[in-house]
Structures are given as structure tokens and as C-alpha cells.
């Protein structure tokens, strides 16, 4: 395996709850609870789980568009947790993000050659030739003809509008690329053609990714590993093929048996989680999952277990595995 590009140690956040006459403090909302995972040079590491598992926190924290509460992230074995917005902004280039709903993300009031400009004009691109051509080198890198560039965004369909975000993440060459729920709200048909784009620029131009999703069908097309997540922890995490073969984690396995994967070994009966995920302001006891588990005996309540290595390169957190 490459070496890590990216370490997030004991990461937290915490969003605090407020009431009372004088807008008090009282609680907190414990929306990523101590996650711990490395992400090595040129592989994607899939992050899955529910609406709600604190994925998406996870993936503005890596960048600091959210503050971590605890923890630390390391990038390029630089710890970045605590760098002043000026200090992050020498790094940010190689840090970037695609989002879920290119067309949210993207001004509507701009031309797409103004939206490929802005990043380069923000990290100090003068030159308005060399960014002229740099806007139609990223538009024929991701499959769009240069003529776009005088276009304005709801002149696209959204696999192309999905196309100008992956285009702008690319404008300062980055080196990791948080994707996040990427291809979600696009057709099944538009969903494969945007992957394959993303694993083709990975190769050619040796990207690491962060790919959130809460499909595991879409995940284990691009992920070298998944990390599965529930109410703000890490409870499995492996090499895809092992996860989706041999998944240790009574949660991954109630994911999995709810999806139509037609070649995986892993082949059990559809297994039903009982009831809704707990609110993370008043997580369960011990094992947060213990409430839905039906595999949950006395422990389970009682104790948090330790997210740790079950079989080599195979982590989860599960009373049943020691
Ligand atoms: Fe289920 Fe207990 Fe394992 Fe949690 S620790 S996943 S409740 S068996």
C-alpha cells in the first residue's frame, strides 16, 4: 500500500444544543464521536452509512469547512488542524471538494468559464490567457467541448453540471478530492458515466479520493476500501472485496443484505433493521447500535466496543469479535 496522504486521528465534532431564556448551553449533539482512518496516496476510500452518520461532517472537516471539536488531521504528514484560514489557504488547492448538487454549488448568474476561473483567480492565476486556457484544457478533460465555457448552468443536464464541478475541483491540480454523495441525484445511466470519468482522472492524474455515499452498490464500484459509518463512529472498515464478502459488523451486514448486489458472496436473508436511528444528541449506551442490532446480548449495552483489528486490514467495532 502507498503511503497515507491523509491521517485523521480521534476526530470530533460536536454541535452544541441551546435553550433556555439565556440561550444556554445544554447538550450537545455528537455528530462524528472519535473516528480514527488513513487514506493512502492514489486509492479512494469509500464512506458509507445513513442519512444523518455524520459522513458528510467527516468530509467538511477534512477540509475545514467545519471545525473539528477534537482530534487531529494530518495531510502530507502535516498536522492542519489548527492552521490559521491564511495557512490553509496555501494547502486548500490541493484539497478539494465535489458536491452532491453540482447545480446548488454552482452560480447561476456565472458563465462556466467565469466559475472555472474563479479558483484560479483566487490562488493568484493573473495571467487571463493562461486561465482562458486552463478553462477549455478542463473542460476537454472532463469531457465538454470549450464552446461550453460561454454557457450558463441550467443550460446543462445534471451529468454534465456534475462534469463543470468535478472540472472546477480539478483547476489547481489537487491531490485529494472529497466527493460527497457525488452522484446521487443523477439517472443510473448518467451515474456510471460520471464513476468511470472519476476513476479515468484518478488514474491520469493521480488523485486520492474521500468517496461519501450511503449506496454500497455505488461505493464498491470506486473504492479500493469502505468505511461503513453509524451515528457518528466508524464501525467497519476493510478492503472493498472483503467488505462486501465478508462483512464482520451486524450493521454492514443489514446494509448489505438490503442491496441488490448481484455478485457478492455474502449472501444471507434480507435482514430488517428494527425502528429509526437514534438521535446523536441522546446516542444509546455502550454500543450505539445495540437498540437495532438483533444480534445485541447484555454487554452491548453496557460497554462501547473498541474499533479494532479483527483480521489483518480488517477493523470493526463488535462485541463479537473479541
Ligand atoms: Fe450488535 Fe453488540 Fe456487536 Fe453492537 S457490539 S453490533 S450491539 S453485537
Redesign the pocket.
Known amino acids: 500500500m502507498n503511503e497515507p496522504l491523509l491521517k485523521v486521528e480521534h476526530l470530533k465534532k460536536n454541535f452544541p444544543i441551546r435553550g433556555g431564556v439565556f440561550s444556554k448551553q445544554i447538550g450537545a449533539v455528537k455528530a462524528v464521536d472519535d473516528i480514527s482512518f488513513t487514506i493512502h496516496k492514489g486509492e479512494t476510500l469509500g464512506l458509507v452509512g445513513e442519512s444523518g452518520c455524520g459522513k458528510s461532517t467527516t468530509g467538511r472537516m477534512l477540509l475545514r469547512l467545519l471545525e473539528p471539536s477534537e482530534g487531529k488531521i494530518i495531510f502530507e504528514g502535516n498536522d492542519i488542524t489548527k492552521l490559521s484560514n491564511r495557512e490553509l489557504r496555501k494547502i486548500r488547492g490541493k484539497m478539494q471538494m465535489i458536491f452532491q448538487d453540482p447545480y446548488a454549488s454552482l452560480n447561476p448568474r456565472h458563465t462556466i468559464e467565469r466559475i472555472l476561473e474563479e479558483p484560479l483567480l483566487v490562488h493568484g492565476v493573473k495571467d487571463k490567457e493562461a486561465r482562458q486556457k486552463k478553462v477549455r484544457e478542463l473542460l476537454e478533460i472532463v469531457g465538454l467541448n470549450s464552446y461550453h465555457a460561454t454557457r450558463y448552468p441550467h443550460q446543462f443536464s445534471g451529468g454534465q453540471r456534475q462534469r463543470i464541478g468535478i472540472a472546477r475541483a480539478l483547476s489547481l491540480n489537487p491531490k485529494l478530492i472529497i466527493a460527497d454523495e457525488p452522484v446521487s441525484a443523477l439517472d443510473v445511466s448518467i451515474q456510471a458515466q460520471v464513476l468511470n470519468l472519476m476513476k479515468d482522472l484518478q488514474k491520469n492524474f493521480d488523485l486520492t479520493y474521500l468517496f461519501i455515499a450511503h449506496d454500497l452498490g455505488v461505493v464498491r464500484h470506486i473504492s479500493d476500501r469502505v468505511g461503513v459509518m453509524y451515528l457518528g463512529r466508524m464501525v467497519e472498515l476493510a478492503e472493498s472485496e472483503e467488505v462486501y464478502q465478508n462483512p464482520k459488523?451486524?450493521?454492514t451486514q443489514a446494509l448489505l443484505s438490503a442491496v441488490p448486489i448481484a455478485d457478492v458472496d455474502y449472501k444471507k436473508e434480507r435482514i430488517v433493521l428494527q425502528g429509526d436511528v437514534p438521535s446523536p444528541a441522546n446516542p444509546p449506551s455502550g454500543?450505539t447500535?445495540?437498540t437495532r442490532?438483533p444480534?445485541?446480548?447484555e454487554k452491548?449495552a453496557v460497554e462501547r466496543?473498541l474499533f479494532k483489528e479483527v483480521e489483518p486490514g480488517h477493523f470493526a467495532a463488535?462485541?463479537?469479535h473479541g
Open positions: 459488523h451486524p450493521y454500543c447500535f445495540h442490532c444480534l445485541a446480548f452491548c466496543p463488535c462485541h463479537l
